[in-house]
């Protein structure tokens, strides 16, 4: 009996070490690379291996790649072979026609191992034998950098950089890597939550675009008794024309009183290069956004000089997503805290905001306005819809018409029913205030209804889908209403 449960541990144990394996049919790899140098593509890929063929008298796999979204057509994409007993993956690089280590699945926390560059040495930090995704498989996760966070290679998946990145991926320059998703037997075991499909598509975005429309509403307050007031208006930003300026090739920002644009001014210039947004006039240009920062990543921004008035921001880059629109395009998110931010020295302000690729900042578009600025009187942009041609992208979830002239008032007067937020990725928050129970209503952007429930606590959490835009709808007891949108990362 003793013996028997010896070999049925041995054949679990086998099962174990087999589902380790990278080189296994059935597998299924999503890869992105979002270039960050000039001239360079977002571009998606899927990768796999299949068939086995002999160089030097050793076995291989073929590593197939696929550049469209069903995945349907194959090309052969090198080489690569897994020594089971050793832990480590080699692809043969066909110009020297020697293996190159992608992989050592051996390393322990404290050993070092040569990155592709073949100069400098990586620690491990962290080992750890956990599952992953949603497989109930124990799979040995290392870590390279930070302890605290996620790890970097994950043994039977590769690296959360791409699964033939490995050793490469820690002298990569001008590209952002990305693991998308991993399958196995066409069951998804991993999804990356920055990316809402499988197969990122964000090449086309671009803030260029003349068909691309912003709404801007300027509000401006003024506390002083002699003078009290609390006004709203609006315009509409779009792009137009080529101008050439210090060399280099501008679009023109255009600001209109309404939205045939009937009658327009000149606000700036921009200009898009490499996953940056510039603005500029006449003597100076300024950096706006950089898409190309990720978490923990900062910046300066610096505005537009009016008389001898320098305003600059200190940019701290929270965390970054990459989101599908109601365009049907990937558009990459940067959440952000913003600080104030005077003679080199941060300030005691600050405000959270939303950069995005294709759009601007969430809050006030283009153009940064002033703020943490102290007086009677000031007026700060907000960016109240956004638009693809006809289509509308983005509208500010208080607002319930795009379309305001002056002196309307555009926000919607609704109980304060429930405070509707996230908290962390899919889970929504709610929070009874005036309310004492209800009923909760989520859809999609597309109208869909994917949740329907009672709300009679305080606090209630819910988990949805997916990252994206909904809608929502609460009914209370007493038959009044509450809506709005929230954006969820």
């Known amino acids: ?110 050993d070092s191992i040569l990155t592709g560059d073949g100069q400098s040495y990586i620690k491990v930090t962290k080992v750890i034998n956990a599952t992953f995704g949603s497989s109930t498989v124990p799979r040995k996760q290392i870590y390279f950098f930070d302890p605290d966070g996620g790890p970097q290679w994950i043994e039977g998946i590769g690296s959360i950089w791409g699964v033939l990145k490995g050793l490469g991926s820690f002298y990569t320059t001008g590209a952002t890597l990305n693991l998308v998703c991993y399958s196995e037997n066409d069951q998804l075991i991993y999804h990356n939550l920055s990316f809402s499909t499988c197969f990122p598509q964000g090449q086309n975005v671009s803030i260029l675009d003349p068909s691309l429309k912003w709404n801007i509403g300027t509000h401006c307050v003024n506390e002083s008794p002699l003078n009290p007031y609390d006004k709203w208006s609006t315009s509409f930003l779009h792009t137009e024309g080529d101008t050439l300026m210090n060399e280099k090739q501008y679009k023109r920002l255009v600001s209109c009183a309404d939205s045939l644009c009937t009658k327009e001014s000149l606000k700036s210039y921009i200009r898009e290069e490499a996953g940056k947004v510039f ?148 889970m929504l928050q709610i929070q009874l205030t005036e309310a004492k129970a209800g009923k909760l209503f989520v859809f999609d952007i597309k109208g869909k209804l994917i949740l329907g429930q009672v709300v009679n606590q305080s606090v209630t959490q819910f988990c949805l889908p997916s990252t994206g835009i909904y809608l929502y709808r609460f009914e209370s007891d007493k038959g009044e209403i509450q809506t709005g949108k929230i954006l969820v990362y």
């Open 1 to 110: 009996m003793k013996k028997a449960n010896v070999m049925f541990l041995f054949m679990l144990f086998l099962l174990h070490c087999q589902g380790q394996t990278l080189l296994q049919n059935g597998k299924l790899w999503s890869n992105t690379s979002i270039g960050t140098m000039h001239g360079s593509n977002y571009s998606s890929y899927f990768i796999k291996f299949m068939g086995d063929t002999t160089i030097n008298v050793m076995g291989y796999k073929k590593i197939m790649k696929s550049d469209d979204a069903l995945h349907s057509q194959w090309t052969l994409d090198g080489c690569i072979r897994e020594e089971p007993t050793t832990r480590k993956v080699f692809i043969f690089n066909e110009y020297t026609e020697k293996d190159m280590l992608l992989y050592d699945f051996s390393l322990e926390k404290g």
């Open 279 to 426: 603005l500029a006039n006449k003597t100076e240009e300024i950096l706006q956004f950089d898409f190309n920062l990720q978490k923990g990543d900062t910046m300066i921004m610096l505005l537009l000089k009016r008389g001898d008035v320098i305003t600059q921001y200190y940019i701290r880059i929270d965390s970054v997503k990459s989101l599908l629109w109601p365009d049907q395009k990937e558009r990459i998110a940067q959440y952000v805290t913003v600080f104030d931010y005077y003679g080199s020295k941060l300030g005691g302000q600050s405000i959270t905001d939303v950069f995005v690729k294709g759009i601007g900042s969430l809050k006030f578009g283009l153009e940064y306005p002033r703020l943490f600025v102290t007086g009677d009187a000031w007026c700060n942009p907000a960016l109240l819809c956004f638009y693809s041609g006809e289509s509308l992208i983005y509208s500010d979830p208080k607002i319930n018409n795009c379309y305001l002239s002056s002196g309307v008032q555009q926000f919607q007067q609704q109980p304060n029913l429930v405070q509707v937020f996230t908290n962390n990725h899919e």
